[in-house]
């Protein structure tokens, strides 16, 4: 067993995560962002003010909106609509393309974990979280 504590190690996998997210995502030259607009409308249609809203918790300060965001995907003929925004077909079979990549990227990060092994390590992280948040 490492010597290293628990910081270490929960700060190497988040950027490892990140790191492969971001390489799936720059396949096909996007952001995270981009990502989780696509994701939300494949989910069914939406606003902008909508999309704003379902994804407040991800913008950075100097993101006010997700409309630039919108309009890159709609140049790119993947989003359509005026007020109400969907998922075109194209859209639709690039977000199916992304989706899978992502879902194998997360079999390959929990290769070798069990089920239980999972379950076990996301309750303590979910315990330490808590004891934290909580005074």
Same mark, same amino acid.
């Given at each position: 067993m490492s010597e290293l504590p628990i910081g270490y190690w929960l700060?190497? $996998?988040d950027r =490892?995560?990140?790191?492969?997210? @971001?390489?799936? =995502?720059?396949a096909e030259s996007l952001g995270r962002r981009h990502w989780q607009v696509l994701?939300? $409308?494949?989910?069914?249609s939406?606003? !902008?003010?909508?999309? @704003? @809203?379902?994804?407040?918790?991800? =913008?950075?300060?100097?993101?006010?909106?997700v409309a630039p965001v919108v309009e890159q995907l709609r140049a790119r003929r993947w989003v359509q609509g005026q007020g109400s925004l969907s998922v075109t077909e194209a859209?639709?079979?690039?977000?199916?393309?992304l989706f899978e990549r992502i879902q194998q990227s997360q079999r390959r990060l929990s290769e070798g974990v069990s089920?239980?092994?999972?379950?076990?390590? !996301?309750? !303590?992280l979910e315990q330490m979280s808590?004891?934290?948040e909580n005074g």
């Open positions: 700060k190497h $996998l =490892l995560i990140e790191s492969d997210f @971001d390489r799936i =995502l720059a994701h939300s $409308l494949h989910g069914g939406a606003t !902008v003010d909508e999309l @704003d @809203d379902r994804l407040a918790p991800f =913008l950075q300060e100097q993101e006010q909106t859209g639709g079979r690039v977000h199916q393309e089920e239980r092994d999972y379950r076990a390590a !996301v309750q !303590v808590a004891n934290l």
